[in-house]
């Protein structure tokens, strides 16, 4: 994968958060196990958990089948951002407040987020509001979400069926680089 500006701060991200997670556990997150729902980034398992550490995504996942299917482009650094590892959802911690930033887990969650994607793209054409493309969750709620605006790359904090409340960066790999990770597993997987 070419070294845009979001992969190489979505590295650094995950850099600190080895770096942070060797500092105070084994240097692994983790999160139940689920024997029907594996991914290549999971390194050992035992009593029901699962250890994992985000791996570079091989092959890559494509998302031409959706911007057919919404008939638009998605904004490069979305793509980047989902195509870089297979990975588990990671708690950080934002200028804002705590997140948790999704990531995909295997190509099946691939396809959950390309369906979930099109249910919110039509959402958002019913209230004739502007694309955006979610990439994690506000925490404590979960009901506030991070997006990127399809167009214009800033990142966004929005509620499910609002307009977006506010801008929290000029773009996405902006955003990453002012995040510090925790190694509270989120609730999202």
Partial sequence: MQDTPTVTALRAFVSRAERHLHQVADGRFLQPFDKD????????????TTYWFPVPQMPQVS????SVAL???????????????????IGARAPHGDISLLQLWNPDDHERLMTNLIGHALE?????????????TAEPDGERFLSI????????????GMKPQDVLASG?????????????????Y
């Fill in 37 to 48: 729902w594996r991914s290549s980034c999971e390194q050992a398992q035992t009593s029901g």
């Fill in 149 to 160: 605006h399809n167009q214009t790359g800033e990142v966004l904090l929005e509620e499910p």
């Fill in 71 to 89: 008939e638009l482009t998605l904004h490069p650094d979305i793509c980047d951002y989902y195509q870089t590892y297979w990975s588990g959802t």
């Fill in 172 to 188: 996405i790999a902006e955003y990453l680089d002012t995040l510090t990770p925790v190694n509270v597993s989120p609730g999202i």
């Fill in 63 to 66: 998302f031409d089948r959706l």
């Fill in 124 to 136: 958002k054409r019913r209230h004739r509001h502007d694309f955006t493309v979610f990439f994690g």
